[in-house]
């Protein structure tokens, strides 16, 4: 990656922001008799009743109705257990909002290049949008690789329905206008092109529109701030919870040192593709330049080598498949190593974050849970997302 994105410096931490702080699912009926004393006190108002009753004894055994626990994890979600779903470009850009102030540094100018990089990898996660499939799409760097649209279905996001919708266009209702690479889509809806024809392809205000979906979700909050001449919309940081918990994951992602992944690392259970959507959130905020919360209560030396595993992330992910990366010890074969793309990245640095060889095992365990959920070494979509990741990869030299 370029060296301007290793050599960055993370800034104080966030005192609203806590990397230690989890969220804990609650506690199953046990079958002893002070289980079912403490179920019956805290469970009893907030699971509903069904015909078998839920916290009743039969000698030393209690009799309930599994689905009055996700009654009461509904009822958790109404005052303050867990927090709304949200998508990759939502997740990044809360990284990046300051709690109190409620807008992005006015320094960074990539975070609005990595949204736009977002809502292509959770159009191809979603399955809406994939690679061309064409055997001779491997000489070509990955970047450089063709998108079609493989579903016009709706995904109920208005930004995502809005981008697939230009991407069909473009490629006309047969199938048979022109293709562009994934690099060419990042550039056009994010305006960056010098071809005047291709203005429409832009996405407009994506950060306000992805702030206030998120107002809408109870996350933030929209006031009006006077800055000199003019006054602005602000979004702070309505409910902590949301933030802490993503802070935790992301803070997780970067410390933890074993081969298999830790559950708090990752999204809700149940959640497709969440060492994916996990492993882009953290390399998008990386390239977006709004990881310093996830980094707060780090050293100064911890830090740095936090920084150092998401380049070492980044150079395992921006390949397909997956770990394919020159040097890399994964073993998922080399057939999507092509001449002009994947092999000419430098190779990925042994043991270059905390930790050393631990540090990197537990890179290759994200590779491999990554793979998990790919559909094989065909996986398009997830060839997408590679592409998407190579080139955020090469932010700072496109700004």
Same mark, same amino acid.
């Given at each position: 990656?370029?060296?301007?994105?290793?050599?960055?410096?993370?800034?104080? *931490?966030?005192?609203?922001?806590?990397?230690?702080?989890?969220?804990?699912?609650?506690?199953? %009926?046990?079958?002893?008799?002070?289980?079912?004393?403490?179920?019956?006190t805290s469970n009893v108002h907030d699971a509903p009743r069904s015909a078998g009753g839920t916290?009743?004894?039969?000698?030393?055994?209690?009799?309930?109705?599994?689905?009055?626990?996700?009654?009461?994890?509904?009822?958790?979600?109404?005052?303050?257990?867990?927090? %709304?779903?949200?998508?990759?470009?939502?997740?990044?850009?809360?990284?990046?909002?300051?709690?109190?102030?409620?807008?992005?540094?006015?320094?960074?100018?990539?975070?609005s290049y990595a949204l736009r990089g977002c809502i292509l990898i959770e159009l191809a996660l979603?399955?809406? +949008?994939?690679? +061309?499939?064409?055997?001779?799409?491997?000489?070509?760097?990955?970047?450089?690789?063709?998108?079609?649209?493989?579903?016009?279905?709706?995904?109920?996001?208005?930004?995502?329905?809005?981008?697939?919708?230009?991407?069909?266009?473009?490629?006309?209702?047969?199938?048979?206008?022109?293709?562009?690479?994934?690099?060419?889509?990042?550039?056009?809806?994010?305006?960056?092109?010098?071809?005047?024809?291709?203005?429409?392809?832009?996405?407009?205000?994506?950060?306000?529109?992805?702030?206030?979906?998120?107002?809408?979700?109870?996350?933030?909050?929209?006031?009006k701030r006077n800055f000199l001449l003019f006054d602005m919309a602000t979004h702070p940081l309505?409910?902590?919870?949301?933030?802490?918990?993503?802070?935790?994951?992301?803070?997780?992602?970067? !410390?933890?040192?074993?081969?298999?992944? %830790?559950?708090?690392?990752?999204?809700?259970? /149940?959640?497709?593709?969440?060492?994916?959507?996990?492993?882009?959130?953290?390399?998008?905020?990386?390239?977006?330049?709004?990881?310093?919360?996830?980094?707060?209560?780090?050293?100064?030396?911890?830090?740095?080598?936090?920084?150092?595993?998401?380049?070492?992330?980044?150079?395992?992910?921006?390949?397909?498949?997956? /770990?394919?990366? *020159?040097?890399? !010890?994964?073993?998922?074969?080399? /057939?999507? +190593?092509? %001449?002009?793309?994947?092999?000419?990245?430098? *190779?990925?640095?042994?043991?270059?974050?905390?930790?050393?060889?631990?540090?990197?095992?537990?890179?290759? /365990?994200?590779?491999?849970?990554?793979?998990?959920?790919?559909?094989?070494?065909?996986?398009?979509?997830?060839?997408?997302?590679?592409?998407?990741?190579?080139?955020?990869?090469?932010?700072?030299?496109?700004?």
């Amino acid at each position: 990656m370029a060296s301007g994105l290793s050599r960055r410096r993370v800034a104080a *931490p966030s005192s609203s922001t806590h990397p230690d702080d989890d969220d804990r699912a609650p506690s199953s %009926p046990g079958p002893s008799l002070s289980a079912s004393r403490h179920n019956s006190t805290s469970n009893v108002h907030d699971a509903p009743r069904s015909a078998g009753g839920t916290a009743f004894e039969r000698g030393s055994k209690i009799a309930y109705d599994p689905r009055d626990l996700d009654g009461a994890n509904e009822d958790e979600a109404k005052i303050g257990g867990k927090v %709304p779903r949200l998508t990759i470009m939502e997740e990044v850009l809360l990284l990046g909002i300051k709690d109190r102030q409620g807008y992005l540094s006015f320094w960074n100018d990539n975070i609005s290049y990595a949204l736009r990089g977002c809502i292509l990898i959770e159009l191809a996660l979603r399955r809406r +949008v994939a690679v +061309v499939k064409d055997s001779a799409r491997r000489r070509l760097p990955i970047s450089e690789r063709l998108v079609e649209v493989i579903d016009t279905k709706s995904t109920g996001e208005t930004i995502l329905d809005e981008a697939l919708k230009m991407m069909k266009a473009q490629e006309g209702e047969r199938g048979e206008g022109e293709r562009m690479s994934i690099a060419n889509w990042i550039d056009l809806l994010s305006g960056e092109t010098w071809n005047m024809f291709k203005y429409g392809f832009q996405l407009k205000q994506v950060r306000e529109r992805l702030a206030k979906g998120l107002v809408d979700k109870g996350i933030l909050r929209t006031e009006k701030r006077n800055f000199l001449l003019f006054d602005m919309a602000t979004h702070p940081l309505s409910d902590t919870r949301a933030k802490t918990a993503l802070v935790s994951r992301m803070h997780t992602l970067l !410390t933890f040192t074993t081969a298999s992944i %830790p559950p708090r690392a990752l999204g809700e259970e /149940g959640e497709q593709c969440r060492v994916v959507r996990g492993v882009t959130t953290l390399v998008a905020g990386y390239a977006g330049s709004v990881l310093d919360g996830a980094c707060g209560g780090l050293g100064f030396e911890e830090r740095e080598a936090a920084f150092a595993r998401c380049d070492d992330i980044l150079a395992e992910f921006s390949v397909w498949p997956f /770990g394919s990366q *020159p040097g890399s !010890t994964t073993g998922f074969g080399s /057939g999507g +190593v092509g %001449p002009g793309g994947e092999a000419q990245r430098r *190779p990925a640095r042994q043991g270059s974050s905390a930790g050393g060889v631990v540090a990197r095992d537990s890179v290759m /365990g994200l590779v491999e849970g990554a793979m998990k959920e790919s559909r094989g070494e065909e996986d398009l979509c997830f060839e997408l997302v590679a592409g998407v990741l190579e080139v955020l990869g090469k932010l700072d030299s496109l700004l």
